[in-house]
């Protein structure tokens, strides 16, 4: 029966792409409450919906976590515009309506932005590189929801009033 709706198994594939990368855009994002304008605080909103999320549908975000996992993704076009369009939109979450009066005076806020956003893809990439070759299912999120809400709390100190 399967083969009745997709002609091959890397059809299927891109269907499950579509469909979660869609689930997460909808479903989750739009949680995401813009109003909260203190950076931090929204970082830790932004995580309690992923944590929210990912109890809700595991399936979905254990398939998109090993997916994510993958080097560079071949992905058809249409799949890369809307991976591209998940990106976009998470950073504009986390960056739209901030309000930047929460710094130091003596900061550049935008970049600052930048810096954080630099450390937060490093330690994406080094959590990714942890994970390689371990079944998502299994793994314990605890310790690494802790260690980046101590990251949160270090860029609050250093870089807010």
């Known amino acids: 029966m399967l083969f009745y709706y997709f002609q091959s198994k890397k059809e299927l594939y891109h269907y499950l792409i579509e469909r979660s990368l869609n689930t997460t ?23 309690s919906v992923k944590m929210k999320s990912m ?14 996992l993958e080097n560079e993704p071949e992905l058809p076009s249409h799949l890369r515009r809307l991976y591209d369009q998940l990106l976009e939109e998470g950073y ?8 930047k009066s929460l710094f130091r005076d003596d900061v550049n806020v935008d ?20 994970l390689k070759g371990q079944n998502l299912a299994s793994v314990d999120f ?3 929801w802790d260690e980046f809400f101590e990251y949160l709390d270090i860029l609050k100190k250093t870089f807010y009033r």
């Open 92 to 99: 504009s979450i986390m960056y739209h309506n901030i309000d």
């Open 111 to 130: 970049k600052l932005f930048n810096l954080i956003k630099w450390v937060m893809d490093g330690y994406q990439n080094e959590v990714v590189n942890r």
């Open 142 to 144: 605890d310790p690494y």
């Open 55 to 68: 109890a809700e549908n595991p399936n979905v975000f254990h398939f998109l976590g090993m997916f994510f």
């Open 25 to 47: 855009i909808v479903e989750y994002l739009g949680l995401i409450d813009t109003n909260e304008r203190d950076f931090i605080e929204r970082m830790k909103q932004i995580l």
